[in-house]
């Protein structure tokens, strides 16, 4: 079955840097785009990064120019680089994939706090 498991979270001060990794197993990996989420308190669930499985990317406005999404195909892993951090980037961070339905791992905790 599917799974993913999402790591890398945790406290760190603004202007920081987190790198988060999600574990895909349960599917061939190379052949499915993945995507980064990210919901903060009291809001709702927002895409911040796409990698597809050809390597296009595309994020957020809010992530551009801070935020790097990349795979390691090999290690059927998905990692999301986040530098220049802000407090307002404090959410649980998802991985998904959709393979004929959505799947989700079970977040990683950032917070961004000084």
């Known amino acids: 079955q599917v799974q993913l498991v999402e790591s890398g979270g945790g406290l760190v001060q603004p202007g920081g840097s987190l790198k988060l990794s999600c574990a895909a197993s349960?599917?061939?990996?190379?052949?499915?785009?993945m995507s980064w989420y990210r919901q903060g308190p009291g809001k709702e669930r927002e895409l911040v990064a796409v990698?597809?499985?050809?390597?296009?990317?595309k994020y957020a406005d809010f992530v551009k120019g801070r935020f790097t999404i990349s795979r390691d195909n090999a290690k059927n892993t998905v990692y999301l680089q986040m530098d220049s951090l802000k407090p307002e980037d404090t959410a649980v961070y998802y991985c998904?994939?959709?393979?004929?339905?959505?799947?989700w791992g079970q977040g990683t905790q950032v917070t961004v706090s000084s």
């Open positions: 990698i597809s499985s050809t390597g296009s990317i």
């Open positions: 998904k994939v959709w393979r004929n339905q959505d799947y």
């Open positions: 349960g599917f061939p990996f190379r052949m499915y785009a």
